[in-house]
């Protein structure tokens, strides 16, 4: 079972590991124990680079449609706030 506590990598580690995962012969979970860390993690991590860079599955997001996706869907639930209230403080007829 996994920690209470999710562990945050910096970005340089995140892209030295793909980098040697992806240079290495040996495996994905060969590599991330050989570094102390979660075989699901680095899969992840090299899934998401190789999106990145467009060689991942087709319909994944990149990094970058991600972040906009979450950055309007925030935007989303504050215009329906600001309409919830503004139709509270409307006069009923």
């Known amino acids: 079972m996994g920690s ?4 945050r990598y910096a970005e340089e580690f995140k892209r030295d590991a793909i980098a040697l995962a992806d240079s290495s012969v040996r495996t ?11 075989s699901e993690s680095l899969r992840s991590w090299y899934r998401r680079a190789k999106t990145d860079r467009g060689e991942g ?3 994944e997001l990149t990094s970058a449609a991600r972040e906009e996706l979450k950055r309007l869907r925030k935007e989303v639930r504050e215009q329906q706030q600001a ?8 006069p009923s007829s």
Do not use: F
């Not at 994905?28 to 979660?38: H, K, N, Q, Y």
């Not at 309409?83 to 409307?90: P, T």
């Open 4 to 7: 209470k506590h999710t562990r």
């Open 28 to 38: 994905v979970t060969a590599v991330a124990r050989e570094l102390g860390i979660s």
């Open 57 to 59: 599955e087709s319909g």
């Open 83 to 90: 309409i919830e209230i503004l139709e509270k403080r409307r």
